[in-house]
């Protein structure tokens, strides 16, 4: 049954094509999102990456792509690589998404089955929805949508990473060591979101990040509690002091030597809002100071996101010889992730109490970006937002996530204009248990992205 266009003042003939495209993109979302593409083998096998690619790769040949291939990174992993020639004398366009995936966390806890796309409440649910799968369908629809209106009217690239979510930069080298494969004159990251479902939004800045392992070791082995508890130095205690130093008494983040005192000029981002987005317990306080916009886009926030140490559930009465912990910084423009990452290597290892030994390992890293959002891309992505989304304007957002390809793309290709869009908007909880995807922001998005092709090919033309 074909899809009524959503209410906007766009060409109603591309809106309702882009309307009618709807059921295809939620029978291939489908598809994609059941391949468990987390790109860890010590979590899903390397197959159901390798399965996913394979799926992007075939969709691009079907649309007419040439030069499909993946592309074996560095890092052991597949990006997804096409080109769709457009006129002559054209501009060139390169579209990202990526296909991997954050692992599901606790399936039990999913109201549903996390690589199963299920419909409840107005959205579609699954791991990926959003976060990126969904941007990889947001770009096939708008290019299937010009097809049938004249063509496509620039050169297309597109671009389908397939290890964003580990950090571990094997499309970044891979770009470095061939940097005419993604050359062009624009750059549409389809890995960000609006602020809020139905308000038009492009990202103007992304906080950059880096990963750490710290490994905490105070004994040969484990003691029991009972003979030698009280002198003998606890590896599960230190590494809780060590973690605890990260923060102030208010939350704020306090790594020696890093700033946190950023403020933000954009777009404000309401307390209540904040709270029902992240759903904040009521009674619980947020942690860190000044606004809400200042802590999530202008300041550095540190996150432990994982302890190795005995669960509840068959612990024994031992002292913990060795104890282990992941610990991300979220970084920023105006810092570099490099000397971020020295920075809370030396706290790590100077809030170690006791002389306990700390190891700290490197495990993923990536720059902050800041677009210039007054580029000639931007009036025709302006234009486009606010021709799908009915005649409101486009606002300017951060995002607190990182997507370290762009530093890397922009420092490529200078001259390129970056615009970033997507559809990972706050209810979409990417990352987390119940990731969901909004069907009229994947609409709106897929008419806005044709709209944009073809608005700044028109403008490259004049």
Not at 161 to 183: D, F, H, I, K, M
Not at 334 to 345: H, S, W
Request: hydrophobic share 45%; aromatic share 6%; with cysteine.
């Amino acid at each position: 049954m074909e899809q009524a266009p959503l209410a906007s003042s766009a060409d109603p003939a591309i809106a309702r094509t882009v309307a009618a495209l709807q059921p295809r993109a939620r029978a291939e979302l489908a598809e994609l999102v059941r391949f468990r593409s987390v790109a860890d083998e010590a979590q899903f096998p390397k197959s159901e990456c390798e399965a996913a690619a394979n799926w992007v790769a075939d969709a691009l040949r079907a649309e007419g792509f040439t030069d499909v291939a993946l592309l074996d990174t560095p890092d052991g992993t597949q990006s997804v690589y096409g080109y769709l020639a457009g006129p002559a004398g054209a501009p060139t366009v390169l579209l990202y998404a990526h296909y991997d995936v954050q692992p599901p966390l606790d399936e039990d806890a999913w109201l549903s089955p996390p690589f199963e796309l299920t419909e409840r409440d107005g959205r579609w649910y699954a791991r990926g929805a959003a976060d990126c799968k969904g941007g990889v369908i947001m770009h096939l629809t708008a290019l299937r949508a010009l097809r049938e209106h004249g063509g496509v009217p620039v050169n297309v690239k597109v671009i389908v990473e397939g290890s964003e979510e580990q950090g571990t930069g094997g499309l970044e080298r891979y770009a470095e060591a061939n940097p005419e494969l993604l050359a062009a004159d624009v750059i549409v990251i389809g890995d960000s979101g609006n602020f809020r479902v139905g308000l038009p939004t492009v990202t103007g800045i992304l906080r950059g990040m880096t990963l750490v392992r710290v490994q905490v070791d105070t004994l040969e082995g484990n003691l029991h509690s009972g003979q030698f508890g009280g002198p003998a130095p606890d590896a599960l205690a230190a590494l809780i002091r060590i973690l605890d130093s990260l923060r102030a008494e208010d939350g704020s983040t306090t790594v020696k030597g890093l700033p946190a005192d950023g403020t933000w000029d954009g777009i404000p981002y309401p307390e209540e809002d904040f709270r029902r987005d992240a759903k904040v317990l009521d009674g619980v306080e947020l942690t860190g100071s000044g606004t809400v916009a200042d802590r999530v886009w202008a300041r550095p926030s540190v996150t432990v996101m994982g302890i190795d140490c005995p669960p509840v559930v068959g612990a024994t009465a031992s002292i913990q010889a060795s104890a282990a912990a992941l610990v991300s910084v979220r970084i920023p423009p105006g810092f570099d992730a490099t000397e971020v990452t020295g920075l809370l290597t030396a706290h790590l290892e100077q809030a170690a109490p006791w002389g306990a030994r700390v190891a700290v390992e490197q495990l993923g890293q990536g720059q902050p970006f800041r677009a210039d959002t007054d580029s000639p891309a931007y009036a025709a992505m302006g234009a486009a937002l606010s021709e799908a989304y009915d005649g409101q304007q486009m606002a300017v957002s951060g995002m607190g996530g990182s997507i370290p390809l762009c530093n890397t793309l922009a420092a490529l290709y200078p001259r390129a204009e970056m615009l970033l869009i997507g559809l990972s908007e706050p209810d979409a909880q990417i990352h987390a248990v119940n990731e969901s995807v909004s069907p009229e922001e994947l609409q709106r998005l897929s008419l806005t992205e044709a709209l944009f092709l073809q608005k700044y090919a028109a403008a490259h033309a004049r």
